[in-house]
């Protein structure tokens, strides 16, 4: 494997998934946060494919889900009162 790493890559996580990607981390005595989450990327990309992931909403993609109304859950619609 290269170990030339020249590209960061920051990701947001919900605290569900952070959780998910730390008892892998603990389970499998990683090192670190960053090492687990390549080893996770690597196995999904292996599972999946390269090419599995064309046209499809990067909003598709979170490990756990975020209720029937995505990121507006605790928004009230326009032109809607609570």
Not at 15 to 25: I, K, N, T
């Amino acid at each position: 494997m290269n170990d030339l790493r020249a590209e960061r890559l920051q990701v947001m996580l919900s605290p569900e998934e952070l959780a998910a990607v730390d008892d892998f981390r603990f389970r499998h005595r990683m090192p670190t946060r960053a090492a687990a989450v390549r080893e996770l990327l690597k196995f999904g990309l292996a599972a999946v494919g390269v090419d599995a992931g064309a046209g499809v909403k990067s909003s598709s993609f979170g490990v756990f889900g975020r209720g029937p109304d995505g990121h507006t859950q605790n928004e009230p619609e326009e032109g809607k009162e609570d």
